[in-house]
């Protein structure tokens, strides 16, 4: 009797045992299947290949000043008004940006010139009149540039560098700063159309591509901000004066996807003033790099 309640006994626990065990082990599997998924979920939200936002039209236009101060350095002085397109009107619907841009520049010799100074760009709002965007936000930078001079035969190439340190946030009522850095690399050509220097007098094309990378904490998979292809025709007013015109493709990845790609078109205006500041007596011919 006492070995057959034993035997009971031992068997009920096995059983609950092999219940526990079996229970632990359906446990396990769910948690491990879980976790398997979750990434799958989360992935499932990511297209499996890149987009492209509708494209958009913009109109740029920029005031360059150049001023000398000394044999060797000068004061650069830059104004950008820009209007972006709203949905009714292309090119000029709504007010985009304004960029005051200032540096001292220093010439290094005839091939090379380098910049440091302070941006600062008013943003205005995407949606006029919606209260959950202010009217305008400020968005300060820190910028230095190396500018180096090729001259050939018949016209200047250049190759620039321009690095920049920035503080931005969104119009969204509340929202938070962040910090980027921006590497930006552009190469431009100025080629004399009608005559053989670039003189007053002259139209030249201005062949002008740029790439321009970013990094930073909120920089997750969008390295690529903007890729711009700027050709323009420009026309040499005076040694003071220049103008040019162009349109302006670029393209990107957008901050918070980098799977999603702008497009835009930019109807770009420039106007290009020099003055030299120095005493009469002391002024010397200009060198070629700013031609």
Same mark, same amino acid.
């Given at each position: 009797?006492?070995?057959?309640?034993?035997?009971?006994?031992?068997?009920?626990?096995?059983?609950?045992?092999?219940?526990?065990?079996?229970?632990?082990?359906?446990?396990?599997?769910?948690?491990?299947?879980?976790?398997?998924?979750?990434?799958?979920?989360?992935?499932?939200?990511?297209?499996?290949?890149?987009?492209?936002?509708?494209?958009?039209?913009?109109?740029?236009?920029?005031?360059?000043?150049?001023?000398?101060?000394?044999?060797?350095?000068?004061?650069?002085?830059?104004?950008?008004?820009?209007? &972006?397109?709203?949905?009714?009107?292309?090119?000029?619907?709504?007010?985009?940006?304004?960029?005051?841009?200032?540096?001292?520049?220093?010439?290094?010799?005839?091939?090379?010139? &380098?910049?440091?100074?302070?941006?600062?760009?008013?943003?205005?709002?995407?949606? =006029?009149?919606?209260?959950?965007?202010?009217?305008?936000?400020?968005?300060?930078?820190?910028?230095?540039?190396?500018?180096?001079?090729?001259?050939?035969?018949?016209?200047?190439?250049?190759?620039?560098?321009?690095?920049?340190?920035?503080?931005?946030?969104?119009?969204?009522?509340?929202?938070?700063?962040?910090?980027?850095?921006?590497?930006?690399?552009?190469?431009?050509?100025?080629?004399?159309?009608?005559?053989?220097?670039?003189?007053?007098?002259?139209?030249?094309?201005?062949?002008?591509?740029?790439?321009?990378?970013?990094?930073?904490?909120?920089?997750?998979?969008?390295?690529?901000?903007?890729?711009?292809?700027?050709?323009?025709?420009?026309?040499?007013?005076?040694?003071?004066?220049?103008?040019?015109?162009?349109?302006?493709?670029?393209?990107?990845?957008?901050?918070?996807?980098?799977?999603?790609?702008?497009?835009?078109?930019?109807?770009?205006?420039?106007?290009?003033?020099?003055?030299?500041?120095?005493?009469?007596?002391?002024?010397? =011919?200009?060198?070629?790099?700013?031609?």
């Amino acid at each position: 009797m006492v070995r057959t309640l034993i035997k009971l006994n031992v068997k009920r626990m096995c059983i609950a045992v092999i219940k526990k065990l079996h229970f632990s082990y359906l446990f396990l599997c769910l948690v491990s299947t879980a976790g398997f998924f979750h990434p799958a979920i989360g992935q499932s939200e990511r297209p499996d290949q890149s987009l492209t936002q509708p494209t958009t039209t913009a109109t740029w236009n920029g005031l360059y000043g150049k001023f000398r101060l000394g044999n060797r350095l000068y004061w650069d002085a830059q104004f950008h008004y820009r209007r &972006v397109s709203s949905d009714d009107t292309p090119l000029v619907g709504r007010m985009g940006q304004i960029y005051n841009r200032h540096a001292l520049n220093y010439q290094v010799n005839d091939r090379l010139a &380098v910049a440091l100074g302070g941006v600062l760009r008013l943003n205005f709002t995407p949606d =006029p009149g919606n209260p959950a965007f202010e009217d305008m936000v400020l968005e300060p930078r820190v910028w230095h540039e190396y500018l180096f001079a090729m001259p050939f035969n018949i016209g200047m190439a250049y190759h620039r560098i321009r690095i920049e340190h920035r503080w931005s946030r969104s119009n969204d009522v509340g929202a938070d700063w962040i910090f980027r850095n921006r590497w930006r690399y552009k190469f431009y050509m100025n080629i004399p159309l009608n005559n053989r220097k670039l003189i007053p007098g002259t139209f030249m094309f201005t062949p002008d591509v740029e790439i321009i990378m970013q990094s930073g904490k909120p920089v997750i998979d969008s390295p690529l901000e903007d890729f711009r292809v700027n050709p323009s025709i420009g026309y040499i007013h005076s040694p003071r004066l220049k103008y040019s015109v162009g349109m302006m493709y670029t393209t990107g990845q957008t901050l918070g996807a980098g799977y999603m790609y702008t497009s835009r078109w930019v109807l770009r205006t420039n106007i290009y003033l020099s003055l030299d500041f120095r005493k009469k007596q002391s002024r010397i =011919p200009g060198v070629r790099l700013f031609d």
